[in-house]
């Protein structure tokens, strides 16, 4: 059995002591043959080379429930005094290297410098376009926030910050960040790399985050499958007042479909834990796949009336885009 580098464990329903999965689905492993077939055979959109935005300075504080919409997979999220940032990339490139890569074409929607406290920092999974070594240095030295992550990502992040203050967990964990705000870790369907050699040795998930007043759910990067753990996620924590859910980089879905939703199934996912309101995330930063830069927002509203639901409930997160939710 190949030696983990990043987690050792006991076996579980998604880890067989060398490498985690996602129980009861199709596999997301792909070939170097499948990306070779998706590189000779896709026909990408053409971005525009860059996206002129409005960015923001978000308050230092809210006592509500606000979203602000930084990029990509990056939000700061401010619910009960509490300052959080998902995925955080203010990097130009999604990449291992400052000189190759996907390269940002809009610009964060919040500069670097105008952030506020951040108290928490919570990180999916170890894809570049999720954790970026640059963006958690400049956070450490500047807030030194806590950084919740899923099991084996700590090993990743303390190689270069073995000062930090982080917490890991599995499926379910829950932490308690203060005695207002509970974090747990949610399953997502997805993999995870930073190399050749290193696929699914560390956890990917989502993460619940549960005040008195508010629930907010940050689904991370994740494929439909079979939708059960999104049923599943409703029966055991309720139904939350805001979800943050993927909508870009699907195609092409023979590719795709294994580990990132389409703007349809984000709709279904929705419906399944029945969110109060959604922000559709994960879209028109980065181009990682074929799709134009504005195909995510248009499929979702399509995707939306389709199944008859109110626009108004489900909207496409903007770059500087600010968020209230009563």
């Not at 990408?44 to 606000?66: C, D, H, M, Y």
């Not at 500069?111 to 108290?119: A, G, Q, S, V, Y």
């Not at 590719?255 to 349809?264: A, E």
Request: glycine share 6%.
């Amino acid at each position: 059995m190949t030696r983990n580098r990043y987690y050792t464990g006991p076996v579980t329903d998604h880890f067989n002591g060398s490498r985690f999965f996602n129980p009861d689905q199709v596999s997301t492993d792909r070939s170097l043959r499948d990306i070779w077939q998706w590189r000779r055979t896709s026909q990408p959109a053409q971005w525009p080379t860059s996206v002129a935005i409005n960015s923001v300075v978000p308050e230092k504080n809210v006592a509500g429930l606000r979203v602000t919409m930084v990029g990509h997979a990056t939000v700061l999220i401010q619910l009960a005094g509490v300052n959080v940032l998902t995925d955080p990339v203010w990097s130009e490139r999604a990449s291992p290297v400052a000189w190759a890569g996907p390269r940002r074409v809009t610009a964060p929607g919040v500069d670097f410098e105008h952030l506020p406290p951040i108290d928490v920092i919570l990180i999916s999974h170890n894809h570049y376009d999720h954790l970026d070594r640059t963006t958690l240095q400049r956070l450490h030295a500047s807030h030194d926030p806590l950084i919740i992550v899923p099991l084996g990502n700590d090993h990743i992040i303390r190689k270069i910050l073995p000062h930090a203050r982080i917490i890991t967990g599995d499926w379910h964990d829950q932490v308690e960040v203060n005695t207002t705000l509970k974090v747990t870790l949610t399953p997502a369907y997805h993999w995870s790399a930073r190399g050749i050699f290193d696929r699914r040795m560390a956890l990917w998930a989502g993460f619940w985050l549960d005040t008195p007043e508010q629930k907010l759910w940050f689904a991370g990067d994740t494929a439909y499958g079979d939708g059960a753990i999104f049923r599943d996620l409703h029966t055991r924590y309720g139904a939350p007042d805001v979800a943050l859910i993927p909508i870009g980089a699907y195609e092409p879905r023979w590719f795709m479909s294994g580990q990132h939703v389409n703007p349809h199934e984000a709709v279904r996912i929705y419906k399944d834990i029945h969110a109060t309101q959604a922000l559709g995330v994960h879209w028109g930063t980065f181009q990682l796949t074929d799709e134009a830069i504005q195909a995510p927002k248009e499929a979702l509203m399509a995707a939306l009336l389709a199944e008859k639901c109110s626009l108004d409930q489900f909207k496409a997160a903007e770059p500087g885009g600010v968020y209230p939710f009563a």
